[in-house]
């Protein structure tokens, strides 16, 4: 501990790892003796005040986050029981107050299904295809070596020039300039496609193993039910991993290893809080929720920038019990989606934790434990990433990220711009789903009613004990006369009316709109639509290539918001913390999930057309060995099949050339000479070509 000295005539303060409090007498001390053993602990190590201040800073962004959230939670929660195809309590309710019936159409349930089909097939995929690449600058830029090189040799040939006596004029020097310009930036072309390359098998095998896929798939789940759908990531995760280590005898041992992991992950949308102005993850302060068991925060300890004090203080205060962020929402969500509601109330065995993305002065970083070389300006406003659980602040460090980015990467089904929470496919179908159910409800009701007779009775002609409720085939009523001598029937039958093709229709017009809304038509996803331009096959490849604007606009979203800026911010920690990821070239991040929806089978048509316009000696000379053995392993991919078996490496093409190269100078060093300029022979007398001229 420092001992720390407040102003004159205050108590001496001590500093440690929680933060700063003043030295409390022993009275106090032997009064608070009954507070759990954790607190207790931190308050004797002068802990409370100071780590407050940054506690107080989070709270008050926490409770600002968590009641602007509060009415699209509700929205959120109503989607979810829509995609189980059940009705909020509330609406279940008034339903059964009412009587009738209670059926639930699955319309959004499909929808949400077809559109992740769709999304998935182009984003997830499968194979070796993948929604991104990584691609030189179409216009490298020259190192300013290569450049100085360049002017060099050029200053070099003007001089010889001068010294034989022809000097260079302006234009041949720019010239010369440009040849060497085009040649330097093809060379530097070439190198920056082989480090691309390079570069792109890193960052996919990272991606795969870090589950980049699996996460993937959830966000695009989540793109079609809540109105914000989250990737995290890289995350940096220490976790056990299983080894097998060859042994002198032949045999493999296994062994386990706690290794630091760089994984991607889904962020359930209930669990983040942004800041209510903001619009993206890098604008305002951002708090993720986490729910850890005991094990997962014990296994912080040791990591970069977590105090191993707080931890344990944290660990031995939910010894006791609780540590839990309280929110109505948990046993709402709980219920949405089938699971026992008291699970999310109850969960003593988990800790609640708030990671916070934000804003933080350097005093406050200071009084925390910062080192000043960290913080070396109090009065500045730092970026950083705490984690707060009860009243411990148990990480706090700098944002890594050179541009203070955060790793959330954000979309919407449907985008506002300027806003965080966008539309959700439920949000644009709630409406449409609505009248669907009202029409089913209203059909199944009135094809009940009009299922079979309606019977009037008059009990007053019917014996004591007769059964009214119950009729069958060939039942015998007993009656007796009319008190009031009245001649009519005492059991009249009258048929209620159907309204099935009326319900049916409006159930049909609104199912149609839901297709319109969603952008998801019912032959998009396989099912025939009616007449029209659908009977043809060039009819419906164009209602199919019109409808699928939407569905590319959204994946367009997909690439520029979340897919291009995930694999840079890959790239981007790679290249600052891997230090064999030293990638050179001008490199870029292309994401191609939107280019992929163009069907495989008419890039293939293309690219076969191009192979056979192309197979002729004087495209042969230009597209060389290399050229063409790109083609065919772009061929080979479409086909699923793996084109390093198939297509040697270029070193080996050039081998084999040059063998057959000197095979065929080697025959015709072996044959004999023939005739010369056209000549042949006949009956041993010179005979010359017709277009040549006649020899002397």
């Not at 988990?350 to 009084?367: F, N, R």
Request: charged share 20%.
């Amino acid at each position: 501990m420092i001992a720390m000295r407040g102003p004159q005539g205050a108590s001496p303060q001590q500093l440690n790892i929680g933060g700063l409090m003043a030295i409390k007498p022993l009275s106090t001390l032997m009064a608070e003796e009954a507070t759990a053993a954790a607190i207790r602990r931190a308050q004797e190590a002068g802990s409370q005040p100071l780590v407050s201040s940054l506690t107080q800073l989070i709270r008050r962004d926490w409770e600002r986050a968590k009641e602007a959230k509060a009415q699209i939670e509700q929205d959120m929660l109503e989607a979810v029981y829509a995609r189980r195809g059940e009705y909020t309590p509330e609406k279940l309710a008034q339903l059964q107050t009412n009587g009738g019936s209670t059926i639930y159409m699955m319309l959004f349930a499909t929808k949400a299904r077809q559109a992740k089909a769709l999304l998935a097939d182009v984003l997830v995929g499968g194979g070796t295809d993948k929604p991104w690449t990584i691609q030189p600058s179409p216009k490298p830029a020259l190192p300013d070596e290569t450049v100085t090189e360049i002017m060099q040799a050029t200053q070099q040939l003007v001089a010889d020039a001068e010294m034989s006596g022809a000097p260079m004029d302006v234009g041949s020097i720019r010239e010369v300039l440009r040849d060497a310009r085009d040649a330097a930036e093809h060379q530097i072309m070439e190198a920056a496609r082989n480090e691309a390359e390079r570069a792109e098998v890193e960052l996919a095998d990272v991606l795969a193993e870090g589950g980049f896929a699996d996460a993937l798939d959830q966000f695009v789940d989540d793109l079609t039910v809540f109105k914000t759908a989250c990737i995290k990531g890289p995350v940096v995760t220490r976790k056990n991993i299983l080894k097998w280590t060859p042994q002198p005898d032949g045999s493999s041992k296994p062994v386990v290893t706690l290794t630091n992991t760089l994984e991607y992950v889904r962020v359930d949308p209930f669990n983040i809080y942004p800041a209510p102005y903001s619009k993206g993850a890098d604008d305002g302060p951002l708090i993720e929720r986490h729910r850890l068991t005991r094990s997962s925060l014990s296994a912080m300890r040791g990591l970069d920038g977590y105090s191993d004090d707080a931890i344990r203080a944290v660990l031995d205060a939910h010894g006791d019990g609780g540590l839990h962020e309280w929110l109505t929402v948990d046993t709402q969500k709980a219920a949405a989606e089938g699971r026992n509601s008291t699970d999310a109330t109850v969960g003593s065995d988990t800790i609640d934790a708030l990671q916070y993305w934000g804003s933080v002065s350097g005093k406050m970083l200071l009084e925390w434990g910062m080192k000043p070389e960290e913080v070396p300006d109090e009065a500045k406003e730092y970026e950083v990433e705490a984690w707060l659980i009860g009243t411990w602040v148990i990480k706090a460090t700098l944002n890594p990220d050179p541009l203070a980015r955060r790793p959330y990467y954000f979309d919407g089904y449907s985008r506002i711009p300027g806003a965080f929470w966008h539309n959700s496919q439920y949000d644009l179908l709630k409406d449409c789903c609505d009248m669907c159910n009202a029409a089913a409800r209203a059909l199944s009701n009135n094809l009940g009613i009009a299922s079979g007779p309606q019977v009037v009775v008059n009990v007053d002609r019917l014996p004591k004990g007769e059964e009214i409720t119950q009729m069958f085939p060939w039942k015998t009523w007993q009656v007796g006369s009319d008190p009031m001598g009245s001649s009519a029937a005492p059991i009249s039958f009258f048929q209620p009316n159907s309204n099935a093709a009326e319900l049916m229709g409006v159930y049909q017009k609104f199912s149609e709109l839901a297709d319109e809304y969603s952008g998801i038509p019912k032959y998009m996803t396989g099912t025939v639509g009616d007449g029209g331009a659908g009977r043809t096959a060039s009819g419906m490849s164009m209602m199919i290539g019109n409808a699928s604007k939407q569905i590319k606009q959204l994946v367009g979203s997909i690439d520029k918001h979340v897919l291009a800026p995930a694999v840079q911010g890959l790239f981007d920690w790679k290249m600052a913390y891997d230090p064999l990821a030293n990638y050179k070239g001008d490199l870029q991040i292309v994401a191609r999930g939107a280019l992929s929806l163009v069907t495989k089978e008419s890039a293939q048509v293309r690219r076969n057309e191009f192979l056979a316009a192309t197979m002729n000696p004087m495209d042969a000379q230009i597209l060389g060995l290399e050229g063409r053995a790109e083609l065919l392993r772009q061929s080979a991919r479409t086909l699923d099949l793996n084109p390093d078996k198939i297509i040697p490496p270029v070193s080996v093409l050039k081998v084999r050339a040059a063998q057959a190269q000197a095979t065929q100078m080697a025959q015709q060093a072996q044959q004999p000479p023939g005739p010369q300029n056209g000549q042949t022979l006949t009956n041993g007398a010179p005979v010359t070509d017709s277009f040549s001229p006649t020899p002397q």
